[in-house]
């Protein structure tokens, strides 16, 4: 079985091109949707409420996103925390999610940080996508509700795509002009084989 990473810059279309990938027959395993369901087992939640408060939770189910998001992205300290701990956690659970898994060809394992966090030692192959800036910021600013400052300040946490590429084994161009599924079939294939 390989372990495939699948990354890029907030706002690149990570989560829409994994959906292609599961459409394709691939299983997928979603870091960042992962460590939000993490937030919430009771000993983690009690060590993000000793990092930030009893604000971090808006109620049992809800995290405070937009507070937690202000702590991170302007303290350093607390960002490394907090990844620290999500970071330690998602690892744990997604090697039991590989054995679950056993038989799969191929799993893609989907962050917005495995270049940051040091996960490309347990990955096989790594696929990079980038997408215009401008298109990012368009998208992530919509999709979040993050004025511009706030994305400027998250996009400044994660690797330029250029650093990002140098380490790819597939880079998907995610653009306006680029066809995308002609690129997610061709890489599909190239694993399956």
């Not at 937690?68 to 925390?81: G, M, T, V, W, Y």
């Not at 799969?104 to 940080?113: C, D, G």
């Not at 004025?147 to 380490?167: A, M, N, T």
């Amino acid at each position: 079985m390989l372990i495939v990473g699948l990354t890029g810059g907030i706002g690149s279309g990570k989560s829409t091109i994994a959906g292609v990938f599961q459409v394709l027959g691939a299983t997928i395993y979603s870091s960042d949707e992962r460590a939000k369901q993490l937030y919430f087992v009771p000993k983690i939640k009690q060590q993000v409420e000793t990092i930030f408060g009893k604000e971090a939770y808006l109620d049992n189910e809800v995290l405070n996103k937009k507070y937690i998001a202000e702590k991170i992205f302007s303290n350093a300290r607390l960002l490394n925390q907090i990844n620290e701990l999500i970071h330690a956690e998602v690892k744990k659970d997604f090697e039991i999610f590989i054995k679950q898994h056993a038989k799969a060809k191929y799993i893609i394992k989907e962050s917005a940080l495995l270049i940051e966090a040091n996960i490309l030692p347990s990955l096989h192959k790594l696929v990079v996508v980038t997408a215009p800036i401008a298109l990012r910021k368009g998208r992530t600013m919509k999709r979040d509700n993050l004025s511009e400052q706030e994305f400027e300040k998250r996009i400044s946490q994660q690797l330029p795509d250029e650093e990002k590429i140098k380490k790819a084994d597939w880079v998907l161009h995610n653009s306006e002009e680029d066809l995308l599924i002609p690129q997610i079939i061709k890489i599909h294939q190239a694993l399956m084989r």
